[in-house]
Nanobody, 123 residues
């Protein structure tokens, strides 16, 4: 199983970015996929996730409607559309996958991880 995260970069506050997680070896529709982030010196933080099958979604409390997670079965990928970015959103963003149906908000709930993509939001 491989997860390839991409789409990070440098953006000004208020701007937008779309991250993509390309999955190989498993189907995104048959697994639960989530995004986490880690800022320097901080713990991993749950950003968003999409459950297997029906595709229920969940978001971290800090998101407050700014981000949208979506799943593309044809491309076997999961995207995170981020709007109204703030400097405090600066972090390395990771996608993670599990075959469990429960949409965990803890890193312990995920078995497979991508390499991370850096998002930097300037003020």
């Amino acid at each position: 199983v491989q997860l390839q995260a991409s789409g990070g970069g440098l953006v000004q506050a208020g701007g937008s970015l779309t991250l993509s997680c390309a999955v190989s070896g498993r189907t995104v529709s048959g697994n639960t996929v989530a995004w986490f982030r880690q800022a320097p010196g901080e713990e991993y933080e749950f950003v968003a996730g999409v459950g297997r099958g029906g595709g229920s979604t969940a978001y971290g409390d800090f998101v407050k409607g700014r981000f949208t997670i979506s799943r593309d079965g044809a491309k076997n990928s999961v995207s995170l559309h981020m709007n109204s970015l703030k400097p405090e959103d600066t972090a390395v963003y990771y996608c993670a996958l599990t075959d469990r149906s429960y949409l965990h908000r803890s890193t312990l709930g995920y078995d497979e991880w991508g390499q991370g993509t850096q998002v930097t939001v300037s003020s």
